[in-house]
């Protein structure tokens, strides 16, 4: 075992502060990598404050992680010290259950791994994410940064490997691609992933938001045209025009209006989680046009190679801040406010000062 320094939160109401633990000593097919950027999802947040009732203390959040390999274990084929190394949001799974062995092991029937704030399937350790100096992983759940990202590009890496497939995956699940009218909902983290990965894939991009002051930024991200989302009339113009919608608001709101937007046989895809339900949608809207209401969480490992692999060829990357750690309870009250543009992302070196 070895010994690393994190940033974690002790209860729900402390803020991060430094936290000194070990990490396991190497398993035959695990991979140590030490982390050089990681990026802050709201979902952090919700974990420290242990919004979802689920928080196991003390938590070391972070599961957008990219870093160098420094040591693997003496089964490993797929990786070499020196490599470069992306963990996402899972660390394991059963790999046994239908799901796993379709690739989908976010769906994992038997429960996945979550990189922080998980249970070790094999010594029941509590899991510590990225907010730390290194992490120790199996290989089957390590990605490949690709080629085309050169040193530079890293820190606009790590947000994909939460961001970046949650929003890619039902964006290839529902086939959007050239020729696409796909409308986004909500610019943040996951929207502006959104507006990037549609706009690569080829489709015309239609984004709706409550802000006027972010219609110039909406359209140097990519968008075709944007929709101001308060304006009645200027949302009537879009009625039953698009083929897919992904909808990255986690807040509780109105579906209905955006619903209406459909084409007959279109699909909007939830993939914000607000902490109060949204209210029940009118049931006409679906059933008079054949529209569906989906959701999506993450990507399977496979899945999420081959986003990292798509944004490397269209080089893609998250809009970024990039702060030291000890700046993170600060990140946290700007990111509530939506004071980032449009993702903070912690470089580790900091954490050597």
Sequence with gaps: MGKTIGYAASDKTAPLAPFTFERRSLRPLDVKIEILFCGVCHSDLHQARN?????????????????????????????KVGDLAGVGCLVDSCRTCPSCKEHLEQYCE????????????????????????????????????????????????????????TTYSPLRHWKVGKDSRVGVVGIGGLGHMAIKLAKA??????????????????????????????????????????????????VSHNLDEYLQLLKQGGTMCLVGAPPTPHPSPNVTNLIYKRRSLGGSLIGGLKETQEMLDFCGQHHVLSDIELIPIQRINEAYERMLK?????????DLASLKV
């Excluded at 979550?114 to 290989?139: H, L, M, P, R």
């Excluded at 939506?338 to 912690?346: A, E, L, P, S, T």
């Design 110 to 165: 038997n429960g996945m791994t979550f990189t922080y704030n998980g249970i070790d399937k094999i010594d029941g350790t509590i899991t510590y994410g990225g907010y730390s100096g290194e992490i120790v992983v199996d290989e089957a759940f390590v990605l490949k940064i690709p080629k085309q990202f050169t040193e530079k590009d890293l820190p606009g890496v790590a947000p994909l490997l939460c961001a970046g497939i």
């Design 51 to 79: 919004e979802w009732q689920n928080t196991r203390y003390p938590v070391v959040p972070g599961h957008e992680i990219v870093g160098r390999v420094v040591q693997v274990g003496q089964d490993v084929k797929a990786f």
């Design 338 to 346: 939506g004071d980032v543009k449009y993702r903070f992302v912690i």
């Design 201 to 250: 894939m080829g489709a015309h991009v239609v984004v709706f938001t409550s802000s006027e002051s972010k219609v110039q930024d909406v359209k140097r991200l990519g968008a075709s045209e944007v929709v101001i989302s308060k304006n009645k009339k200027e949302m009537s113009k879009f009625a039953a025009s698009l083929d897919f919608i992904i909808n990255t608001v986690s």
